[in-house]
């Protein structure tokens, strides 16, 4: 009409509404570092894997066997140099066992007496290779076994290197007796005992990374909590 001002529509549009979950424009949420897994120093990020867990856990149990065989070698060795004289016999349950005290220069049965040395370089590279491997060894007997054929072999050692007559060349001490059997010591029995578990883990197709190996190849078997371990994918082959 006329006299009346013309005023522009204007269309009033409703705003999108801005969802709860998203955060306001300028406030971008930022993560709490601590949350964060640390990282090492070639910028990767640091996670302890079970492998490495499992792998102290059988050195710890390969060394506590070690050392109860060690500890009970040398305090028993200790106590008859301390109380017996040399060729003595002590009546324990006879007549299946007495304690007869000897000095033993070769190996088991007197072998090789005027080799000592020879005994001593073997000992010594046994023990070293054991320590060498223990990382290696997933499987709770072959820690056990190696466990106690390295005490085993560290009790006779000692006696090689620190007893009479010299360095080196020292003569073992033995004083178990049994009959028509050889004169033997606890470190003897130790390294007897954990080549006889190592024979039956072998016969048993079991590897030291605690798998069974047949035809030349690992299977899938049982770990040590006694339950399935999965087959690794072979090379070439894709993990489902």
Known sequence: MPGLPLTPAIAVLPLPSRPA??????????ANPADQPPADSSGGTARPTAGKRGAT??????????ALAYGLDQLTK????????????IPVMPPLLHWHFIRNSGAAFSIGEDYTWVFTIIMSVVAAAIIFYAG???SLWWSVALGFLLGGVLGNLTDRLFREPGFGVGHVVDFIALPNFAIFNIADAAIVGSVIL????????????????GNGKHEAGVDN????????????????
Do not use: H, K, N, Y
């Open 21 to 30: 979950d998203l955060p306001l424009e300028g406030t971008m949420s930022e």
């Open 57 to 66: 856990r059988f050195v710890l149990i390969l060394a506590a066997c070690a």
């Open 78 to 89: 200790a106590w008859v140099v301390g109380t017996m004289s040399e060729g003595d016999v």
């Open 136 to 138: 290696r060894i997933r």
């Open 198 to 213: 190592w024979c039956l883990l072998t016969l048993r197709g079991i590897g030291m990374d605690g798998r069974r190996v």
């Open 225 to 240: 909590t006694g339950r399935d371990r999965p087959q690794e994918p072979s090379q070439g082959q894709d993990s489902a």
